[in-house]
């Protein structure tokens, strides 16, 4: 009787793993919904963005994005992700500088890798995307447009946590930063489109 209740302990605690795997699997980017039997859900970016990857202590104080003033190199990105780990917002929350960078590439063609090999630089400002200026836009404007960023599967379960009503961002409360700074969300960033690959993006050094 005691190893009959032994095995049927065993089986529940084995099929509980196993769903808490599946569950968590469906986490990761990339991850096929029509594989998951679940409906496509659109994976914004935007203001959560900032929530995970905004500024650290250790970094440096924010820049003004639009006194860029170095020399700028054009960059032709043909998928995601662009390689580019972690942007942060410049003076009052304006425009994208990237704060880290891939530091390499697993094969060739990696995307990930396609910052490393372009050059990408740490403190260099998103100048433009496709042609259009983002050095003054909200920085949470600019994430959504680009869309890029490879999430770890607790990331990714706060998108998918939104998706399902539940609030996860401070779009009408704001967010606030390290500094003591407060950057005020009024985008909609509904409305916000992502670029199409391949993207052409201008970096300007400071």
């Known amino acids: 009787m005691a190893r009959s209740r032994t095995s049927a302990l065993s089986v529940a605690v084995a099929l509980g793993c196993s769903a ?3 569950n968590l699997s469906a986490a990761f980017v990339g991850s096929s919904p029509q594989l998951r ?6 994976r914004g970016v935007g203001t959560d963005y900032l929530l995970r990857n905004g500024p650290k202590d250790a970094d440096p104080p924010a820049v003004d994005t639009s006194k860029a ?3 700028t190199v054009d960059i032709e990105f043909k998928k995601r992700p662009f390689g580019i780990a972690r942007y942060v917002p410049g003076v009052g929350g304006k425009g994208a500088v990237v704060r880290d960078v891939t530091q390499k590439t697993r094969y060739p063609g990696d995307p990930q890798g396609q910052a490393f090999v372009a ?13 259009q200026d983002v050095s003054g ?3 949470f404007v600019v994430m959504q447009m ?7 599967p607790v990331a990714a379960m706060s998108l998918n946590l939104k998706a399902s009503g539940v609030k996860t961002d401070l779009r009408n409360d704001g967010a606030e930063r390290t500094q003591g700074e407060k950057f005020a969300i009024t985008s909609d960033l509904d409305k916000v489109a992502v670029v199409d690959m391949p993207a052409k993006l201008v970096y300007q050094q400071m």
């Open 137 to 139: 836009m909200d920085f």
């Open 20 to 22: 808490v795997a599946y």
């Open 37 to 42: 039997g679940g409906p496509a859900v659109a």
């Open 69 to 71: 003033a170095g020399a």
């Open 119 to 131: 050059g990408v630089q740490a403190d260099w400002v998103l100048k433009s995307v496709n042609g």
């Open 146 to 152: 680009l869309d890029d960023e490879v999430m770890d």
